[in-house]
């Protein structure tokens, strides 16, 4: 009886919604105003990491904020933050924000600087920025960035004559796996990847470390699949949290992955493993590759991986069972050894073999809607970029390589020195703990003109500043509108719960300002954020007030197919038009078709590789010093395997130093965690500790930083990516 009563109210529910569209938005409207129509909470995505989860802060009944959480509607989150997301709140109360525009009053890098007003600040910007235009061409000024501000400040740049624009997400990060996707797909994967992990039935994680990587709906997807009985096999030298999860742990040898991908393609074809009609329809290439991995057979790969040739064998039996439904998830940080791009094309054909492109428990062709932007004039052509420094290298890449720019900036002791970078904008990353070779940037540093550094906090790279912009936290601006790919359209607001604390202000007012300064008006052509965004959702039939509502808005393309069809043929945005197994874009570039594996330096006695990775409740540097999350973990330790620690008398909980192959000595010590999860030829830790800044309270000489250690610089031949694990350290335990 009740539940009869329960599916007649259900069913008449929907259809009293579905018919009117007014009713559903009231019904909204009541559900986030109170009676003096005040918003009960504020719309927000996440800052903390750059899966941008889309949630809700609330404020308590003094009107401070007092949590967010996770907005159901949206697909990032599915209502779910994790623990760096809910601590966010930390970023908003942290006792050490930067407060006041600051300026530089000693030598670069002493840390010595006084309070500015906005206007002196930018003043004394527009001013430098003139005279290294007058002296070099605008084309000398360059931006760094990361986050949401960097979108205004790329503006800016345009607007004043520079492409010399780049993101440490590129060139640091997922840069090889944007590139091999193209050769080989004709599409990079973008953010959040299409993997419909939930519907998988095997996915292979290779060094990728969901649930240490934190990264939201892909952790509670995979949590879904193993559920439902998905088999995980993971590659990693270290047994991961993915690692506990899985079916099959594979403790690869680092730095020999692709002769493990090698092998797994040539099981697959051996025994006729791949989607014969797939890869017939879709696939150009196929008999070349045969050919080309004929002799990687397991019993090879074996002598190079340590990886069993039956275990080799019955992981690529698992994938084939499970096939289409397979993913061999692409990865996302894989800038590791320098041949990164090879590898991530032999993930990329591997997929394609086991037919998982377009399929369901593969990858899924995403959608995204697209919001109109106002119509700006053109951006005056630059003469020169830094594509125009590399010696005709690089050309399969399209965005800005961060350590290309750094490289740019230190001007050649011989040579053609026009085109030369002598002013940085630096929004939202923190360069010194994030690019490679420390002592590289900071020359590069020495030899500007102007460093200018847009932050919340003061980092290691404010420090190098000449002027300090303060911003406030994403909980204290609007940005702009977050459109990004997933199985459906959808787009997310941000707004302010509350008025920035501080004299902090959002990144679009400062590059408007300085815009302003610089005689670009006309491209900021709104006064306010709102204004922007009211104007862009007006155009997608939406608007500010129902976004403040929603939050979230799913704006799904009409029949827009998740899956390819079975049997049907696509068009890939290839030089062939096919998936290309053998890569002729590759191939053109001068660049091995098909990926081949090269052996690696190995560590000298008493010498360990330095790996690297997350933690569940940090993201990189950013949440070092955020008192919430230093709570849940305020230090790293070093992962050193019972053997070693034997061998070298080393106790749990010890601390000591790192010093790596060129010599360089950690400047702080690090806690020794002895562990069986560490393979004997490595050792691991977190990135983003050991922070050198002593305006960092919570932070300061917690842990060690891993790039310190990083001096050897693998660069990736085909897309100029810094691959950064080749580096090896040895202990020293006494005191120095
Ligand atoms: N050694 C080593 N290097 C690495 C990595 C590694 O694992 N090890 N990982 C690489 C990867 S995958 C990536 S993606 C990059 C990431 O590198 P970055 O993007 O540089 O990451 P963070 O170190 O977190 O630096 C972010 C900076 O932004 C500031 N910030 C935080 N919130 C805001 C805000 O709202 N506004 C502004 N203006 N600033 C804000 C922080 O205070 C901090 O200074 O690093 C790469 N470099
Ligand atoms: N909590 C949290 N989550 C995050 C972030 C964060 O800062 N904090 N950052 C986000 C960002 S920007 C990125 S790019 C991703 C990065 O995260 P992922 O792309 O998942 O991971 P990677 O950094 O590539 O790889 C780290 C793993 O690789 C293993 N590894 C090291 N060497 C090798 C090797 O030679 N072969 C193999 N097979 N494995 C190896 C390490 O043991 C470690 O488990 O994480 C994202 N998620
Ligand atoms: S995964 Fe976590 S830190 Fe990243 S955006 Fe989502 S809630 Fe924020
Ligand atoms: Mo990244």
């Not at 939201?216 to 999860?245: H, L, W, Y």
């Not at 300085?514 to 954020?529: A, D, S």
């Not at 403040?548 to 049907?568: A, C, R």
């Not at 993201?619 to 992962?639: C, G, H, I, K």
Request: proline share 5%.
């Amino acid at each position: 009886m009740q539940r009869r009563e329960f599916l007649k109210i259900s069913s008449l529910g929907i259809g009293g919604l579905a018919l009117s569209g007014t009713l559903l938005y009231e019904f909204f409207n009541s559900a986030n105003e109170d009676s003096d129509g005040e918003l009960k909470r504020f719309p927000t995505y996440c800052e903390i990491c750059f899966w941008q989860c889309a949630g809700w802060t609330h404020l308590d009944k003094d009107k401070k904020i007092w949590k967010i959480i996770g907005n159901d509607d949206d697909p990032h989150s599915n209502g779910r933050l994790c623990p760096r997301g809910t601590g966010g709140i930390g970023s908003y109360y942290d006792k050490d924000r930067l407060k006041k525009p600051l300026i530089r009053i000693n030598d670069r890098g002493k840390q010595s600087f006084r309070e500015a007003s906005w206007e002196e600040a930018f003043d004394l910007i527009a001013k430098k920025m003139k005279e290294i235009s007058a002296k070099y061409g605008p084309e000398s000024m360059a931006l760094f960035h990361h986050g949401s501000g960097g979108k205004y400040f790329t503006n800016l740049l345009k607007a004043f004559g520079s492409d010399n624009i780049a993101k440490p997400s590129f060139a640091q990060c997922m840069g090889p796996r944007e590139v091999a996707y193209a050769a080989t797909f004709g599409t990079g994967l973008s953010s959040p990847e299409p993997l419909d992990i939930r519907d998988t039935k095997c996915l292979v994680l290779i060094g990728s470390h969901l649930g240490e990587n934190m990264h939201n709906a892909q952790v509670q997807e995979m949590s879904d699949a193993i559920d439902k009985g998905a088999s995980i096999i993971t590659v990693d030298p270290r047994f991961s949290t993915a690692a506990s999860k899985s079916k099959f742990w594979l403790p690869i040898k680092p730095a020999t992955d692709i002769a493990l991908l090698l092998s797994w393609i040539n099981v697959i074809i051996a025994n006729e493993w791949y989607d014969k009609e797939f890869v017939e329809l879709n696939c150009e290439g196929f008999d070349q590759l045969k050919q080309h991995v004929e002799s990687f057979t397991p019993e090879w790969a074996f002598g190079i991986t340590t990886i069993e040739p039956d275990v080799i064998v019955k992981t690529a039996k698992a994938m084939h069972d499970a096939s289409p439904a397979v993913i061999i998830h692409p990865g996302r940080h894989t800038t590791w050894y320098g041949d990164d791009t090879q590898r991530l094309r032999a993930v990329a054909i591997l997929n394609a073999l086991l037919g998982s492109w377009g399929k369901r428990g593969g990858f899924f062709i995403p959608d995204k809607a697209s919001i109109p932007h106002h119509h700006l004039p053109a951006y005056p052509k630059p003469a020169w970029t830094w594509k125009d420094t590399v010696d005709g290298k690089y050309n399969l890449v399209d965005l800005g390589l961060a350590n290309v720019l750094v490289d740019t900036s230190i001007p050649k002791k011989t040579g053609d020195n026009s085109k030369v970078i002598k002013g940085w904008f630096v929004v939202g990353t923190n360069l010194i703990n994030t690019l490679p070779n420390t002592t590289h940037t900071l020359k590069a540093i020495q030899n500007l003109d102007l460093i200018v550094a847009v932050d919340t906090m003061p980092m290691e790279i404010t420090g190098w500043a000449d002027v300090i912009l303060p911003e406030c936290t994403y909980l204290e601006r609007y940005d702009s509108i977050r459109v990004s790919q997933n199985r459906e359209g959808n787009i997310a607001l941000r707004m302010p719960a509350t008025k920035p604390l501080y004299d902090t202000k959002p990144a679009w007012w400062m590059a408007r300002e300085l815009g302003i300064r610089l005689g670009l008006k006309e491209y900021f052509p709104f006064k306010t954020q709102e204004e922007e965004l009211d104007w862009e959702l007006t155009q997608i039939g939406s608007s500010l007030k129902e976004m403040k509502q929603l939050g979230v808005k799913k704006i799904p393309t009409p029949d827009h197919n998740l899956y390819i069809p079975k049997g049907e043929t696509i068009e890939f945005n290839t030089n062939s038009g096919k998936i290309e197994l053998y890569s002729s874009a590759i191939d053109e570039e001068g660049f091995p078709a098909m990926p081949v594996y090269t052996k690696h330096p190995e560590p000298e006695d008493g010498f360990y590789r330095l790996i690297y990775g997350r933690a569940p409740m940090h993201t990189f540097s950013r949440t070092a010093n955020n008192p919430n999350l230093t709570d849940l973990m305020d230090e790293n330790t070093v992962w050193i395997n019972p053997k070693i620690a034997n061998l070298w008398d080393l106790k749990e909980n010890q601390y000591i130093k790192l010093k790596n192959q060129d010599g360089i000595i950690s400047t702080f010590s690090i806690k020794v965690r002895v562990t069986e999860r560490i393979r004997i030829d490595s050792v691991y830790m977190v990135h983003g500790f050991g922070h050198a800044d002593k305006k960092l309270t919570q932070a300061y000489g917690r842990g060690a930083s891993d790039t310190e250690m990083i001096t050897n610089v693998l660069i990736d031949p085909i897309m100029g990516g810094t691959g950064m694990r080749g580096n090896f350290v040895t202990f020293i335990t006494e005191t120095v």
